[in-house]
């Protein structure tokens, strides 16, 4: 049984005031970082301890060039399927909401299984795969269906592992993924040397994760503990797993803000190269990429995901960068730091 919230929070304070020097955790899920907002548990913190988001959106770390690929493809006359928060996320030249204005045929699907019935009708569509291990058991499946994917999926541990490496960026506690954590497990954690808990998503979930932290930070110990143990078991979900490995194999990916991290992207196996878009499309992806002119922008998005800036502190937010009108990828997904502290923060 879980304790009180109230107490909980007051272990938080007791414990925070134990250890005195200032605190930073960074949860790296999207859900989390609504979560947090929603039931403002930043506000609860002591002055002390610093809640910051991490690069837990799937659509706000897509590279700009994965985003302009897939508009090129559709600028073309390829038809695209793509979940809906995708759609508006800005390329070099233009989003796929304004490629779809200009004619394209860019169809939003809300399940994997809409875009297989898509494909089974004939239109030679291409289906943008992104996101972390979470959704990527669901485009395998999608592949061995028949479905013809660019995939731009990402594996996340190598991510967690460049942060720690980077030295500009200073983190006490990682709030681990729950969504990711339910296909992965806990044992892949176990390398980093830094305090973690595997959460769940009420308000209560992340309160108790935060106590787990201070007490791990109190008795000198960096682990990872598993308090989202009703859904994350240490092994993961290994028919999913496996199936994700049948696929795809590990590549190096590029990550808006992070840059390229090593052996963090997953490409098709030759063996589904028929479904696969870079071998399909090879030689028009090729013309696309020398096409593509990066622009320079004022959004920090990049820093954001970093956990090295807030939302509120770039120039943009709130002034121009809205919702209705975002300039960076954090400002379009649900998930993303900046729409979430718009929303919630407003």
Known sequence: MQPTTDKVIDDIQKKAT?????????????????????????????????????????VCVTDQSDIDIVVGLALTGIPIAVYGDTMQVPGSTMSLEEARRSGA??????????????????LGLVFFGLG????????????????????????????????L?????????????????????????QKFNIPQVVAGFSGEDVLVAINVLLTQILENKSRVENAYGRLVKKGGNKKALKLINEVFEVSDAKWRGLGEIKNS??????????????????????????????????????????????????????????????QGACMVSVEGSCNVEYRYNN
């Open 105 to 122: 045929d860019v169809r939003i699907v809300y399940s994997i299984t809409e875009a297989v019935e898509l494909q089974r009708e004939g």
């Open 265 to 326: 992207g997953l490409k098709i196996r030759k063996k589904y190269q028929a479904q696969d878009a870079e071998f399909v499309h090879g030689k028009l992806i090729e013309k696309i990429k020398k096409e593509i002119r990066p622009k320079t922008s004022a959004c920090r998005c990049g820093l954001v995901l970093q956990g090295l800036l807030e939302p509120k502190d770039c120039l943009l937010f709130r002034k121009v960068c809205t919702p209705n009108s975002p």
């Open 132 to 163: 972390f291990e979470t959704t990527t058991g669901m485009t395998a499946w999608a592949i061995k269906e028949g479905l013809t994917v660019y995939s731009a999926h990402k594996l996340f541990p190598p991510a967690m592992q460049a942060l």
């Open 165 to 189: 490496e980077n030295k500009k960026i200073r983190v006490d506690g990682f709030i681990d993924p729950g969504h990711v954590s339910a296909i992965i497990g806990t044992e892949v954690y």
């Open 18 to 58: 134990q250890i005195g020097r200032p605190l930073r955790f960074m949860e790296l899920c999207g859900t989390h970082a609504q979560t947090i907002a929603e039931h403002g548990i930043k506000k609860l913190m002591p002055k002390n301890i610093t809640l910051v988001s991490g690069p837990g959106c799937p």
